[in-house]
Every structure is written in C-alpha cells, then in structure tokens.
C-alpha cells in the first residue's frame, strides 16, 4: 500500500454522529484523493485536492466534506448528511492532478453505520 | 464523458493456463489507461499503464495489457496464472486532452485461479 495510511481500519458510526477519516502520506505527492468503494459499483471520487488549502468536489461529494491544511494530510469527514455512509473508503495520491500519472492507494477505512 | 466497461464480473481460470480480463473504454480524446489489483480488504495497487507508443505494455507480477484503438480495449494478460493472482482488477481510464481530468474506474473483475 505504498506510502499511504489510513485509519481506523474499522470505523462503526451511529445514526446523526460525524466521523472523521484519517489519510497521510509521505510520497511527498502534491494530488490527494477519497473514493467510495461499494459492491459491484468500482470506486467513485468524493474530493480530490491538487495542492495544499485547495479542493474539489468529486461526483458524489454531498454528505462528506475534506481539508486539506498540510501537503501529507487529507482528513475526510462523514457528516450526519450522509444518508447511506457503509461503504469502503480509499485515499489515494499521485504527483500531480491529471496527466498520466498512477495514483497510490491506503489499506482503506471501512465505516458501518449502527 | 468517458466511460470503462468490464463485462465480466467474474473470470475463472486454471492455474498455468493464460489468463485475460477484458476492458473496453470511451474518451473524447487520447487515453491513458491503468490496471490496478485489489486483494481483499486492501487497497489497490498499480499494476501497469499506457500512455502512448507500444501497443503492449508490460507490467507488475508478469502481467501486460494489449492496447487496441480501433477496438477501444485495454485487456490485461498473463502467459501462466497462479492462485496468487487471484484478486479483483480494475482497469481506469483518463482522457489526456485538455485540464484536469478525473480518473473514471470499471467495476472490477474478479479473477479465480482454480488449483
């Protein structure tokens, strides 16, 4: 899983609680990266950021919200806005947004919701 | 809009014997196309890319991908599979022309190399 780590491994969330899911890296990669990974669907982008105090929403970005304060971090909260948070979350990184660079995934954060 | 199709969820192969797992895509301009492994509860790791030139590209673990324009496909490949390769791939694929472009992922194939 390269130089990337997230955590929890496991993470169970309650009904109306945010929780916030913890990514570093030290790839000294600029791109950051949160998908959502469920069955049968492959991965969807939540937030991508291409540079330190800058971010962007993905395709399903609504119910989540990100930070981006140092260039190794990219913290993701699962807001109570979320109607439907069980899933499988990855953080990747990669040099630069774009172009052909590969992108470096984490083990991955798996949040049930009680 | 770009798009990558796996139109099998599930390939099952004896162990020595070739393996494919087939990807098709569709982007406006030229593609870079990725092949990713992910074993359970993990993450995914890079197995191999095209970006231009050679049209088979080889990889990690002795995996390669045959890049096919006119078929619009991408299927990855090994001469011999082991029981170790089996794992879920995912093919992705970025258009390169102009910006930023998102990384679009298939659904995964899930490969089972049978003893």
């Known amino acids: 899983d390269g130089g990337i780590t997230q955590s929890p491994k496991y993470l169970f969330r309650k009904e109306g609680q945010n929780v916030t899911l913890s990514c570093e890296q030290n790839?000294?990669?600029?791109?950051m990266y949160w998908y959502r990974q469920d069955p049968g669907q492959g991965l969807r982008l939540i937030y991508y950021?291409?540079?330190?105090?800058?971010?962007q929403k993905g395709d399903i970005a609504e119910g989540y919200s990100v930070s981006r304060e140092k260039k190794e971090s990219f913290p993701l909260t699962v807001t109570s806005a979320q109607k439907n948070p069980t899933a499988f979350y990855l953080c990747?990184?990669?040099?630069?947004?774009?172009?052909?660079?590969?992108?470096?995934f984490g083990p991955g954060t798996r949040l049930t919701v009680l | 809009a770009q798009s990558v199709a796996q139109p099998e969820d599930q390939v099952n192969v004896a162990e020595g014997n070739p393996l494919t797992v087939k990807c098709t895509y569709s982007?406006?301009?030229?593609?870079?196309l990725f092949w990713y492994v992910q074993y359970p509860n993990r993450g995914l790791q890079f197995l191999l890319k095209y970006i231009t030139g050679d049209n088979l590209v080889k990889g990690s673990y002795g995996f390669e991908a045959e890049f096919n324009k006119s078929q619009t496909s991408f299927h990855l490949k090994k001469p011999s599979a082991l029981v170790s390769d089996s794992a879920l791939y995912f093919c992705?694929?970025?258009?390169?022309?102009?910006?930023?472009?998102?990384?679009?992922f298939g659904t995964g194939t899930k490969l089972q190399v049978i003893p």
């Open positions: 990747a990184s990669s040099i630069g947004v774009g172009g052909a660079s590969e992108q470096f």
């Open positions: 790839l000294n990669h600029d791109a």
């Open positions: 950021s291409q540079i330190v105090n800058d971010f």
């Open positions: 982007v406006s301009g030229n593609p870079y």
């Open positions: 992705a694929v970025r258009d390169s022309s102009g910006g930023y472009q998102k990384v679009t």
